[in-house]
């Protein structure tokens, strides 16, 4: 039984962090066709001064995400104490 909760809970976390990740990606890909437009738009505007590029239309961005199957998910808790603690009841 206790494994099976363990198993319960880690199916649980996975799939919210599955969730946030996805929120995180689509967050992500506003941002650089934001970024994107907004370099565009500096570009015109220094067209238009005659002046030189920006600097900022030379970056490149590279996303990548590495998403772990879910049977790669460890529990192991690393915030629970290593030492045995007597119970009081």
Known sequence: ????RVLAKARKLA???????DE???SL????LEFAMLV?????????QGSTKAVASDVQIDVSIDVQDEDDFDV???SAPSAKVRRKF
């Open 40 to 48: 565009k738009t500096i570009d015109k505007l220094e067209s238009k």
């Open 1 to 4: 039984m206790g494994t099976e």
């Open 76 to 78: 192991t808790n690393t």
């Open 24 to 26: 995180l990606s689509d």
């Open 15 to 21: 799939k919210r962090l599955a969730n946030k990740i």
């Open 29 to 32: 890909e506003d941002l650089e």
